[in-house]
């Protein structure tokens, strides 16, 4: 059975600090990977999606940045942080082939920046 | 940009009543998902549809993709029913469009 992993549960920053935020899914090749954002009591945003390692496709301008390491592996990153980054980060895969595809998502990072 | 008008915003239901939500699209829509979030965070699955409807026990889902919108029927509402139901647009790519959402109380 597949599981989508992410790290950390949750974390409290500083405006102005770095950022690293990680997903990983095991059970599943090269699955299509995604990261969406959602402001506490709104909806969800799809930030960054990649359909093979090393490719990434940005949806959303956030000033953030994402990168695909390993087939398994999202991150996303930021070199500063601001104030609007605060927030509930998701990861997702769906299968390949370009065809319709369900997306499961994981349990979530929840950001605080102050 | 593309669109998803999710009503109602919330919902307050008695146990053993029942209601719909609707979804109504602005662009051209490959598929549906309904989602419920729970209140740790976490997106449950409920329907993926590419047409047509749905049925999973006391919930059943309709994605008509001629007339852009989609409906999530509760029937027989339970307290752990509670959360906030999401319907999300895939379009011809990758991109997902969330609604809105709908905050659904079930109360005894």
């Known amino acids: 059975a597949q599981t989508i992993h992410q790290w950390p549960v949750a974390e409290i920053k500083a405006v102005g600090s770095p950022l690293s935020l990680g997903c990983t899914i095991k059970?599943?090749?090269?699955?299509?990977l995604y990261w969406y954002w959602q402001a506490t009591g709104g909806t969800l945003q799809q930030l960054f999606y990649s359909i093979t390692v090393g490719q990434v496709e940005s949806v959303v301008q956030l000033n953030l940045s994402a990168s695909r390491p390993k087939d398994d592996q999202f991150i996303l990153s930021t070199e500063k942080l601001l104030l609007s980054h605060s927030g509930f980060y998701l990861c997702a895969w769906s299968l390949t082939g370009g065809a319709r595809a369900e997306q499961f998502f994981g349990p979530g990072t929840r950001l605080t920046v102050l | 940009g593309d669109q998803v008008e999710q009503s109602p915003s919330a919902l307050s239901l008695h146990e053993g009543t029942s209601s719909a939500l609707r979804c109504n699209f602005t662009?051209?829509?490959?598929?549906v998902q309904w989602f419920r979030q729970n209140s740790r965070g976490s997106l449950i699955n409920l329907f993926y549809?590419?047409?047509g409807t749905k049925e999973n026990g006391r919930l059943k889902s309709a994605f008509d993709s001629k007339e852009l919108y989609s409906t999530l029927h509760i029937r027989d509402a339970q307290l752990e029913d509670s959360g906030t139901y999401f319907c999300?647009?895939?379009?011809?790519?990758?991109?997902?469009?969330f609604g809105t959402g709908t905050s659904l109380l079930v109360d005894p």
């Open positions: 999300a647009a895939e379009d011809m790519g990758y991109k997902l469009t």
């Open positions: 549809l590419a047409s």
């Open positions: 059970g599943k090749s090269s699955p299509n």
């Open positions: 662009t051209t829509t490959r598929s």
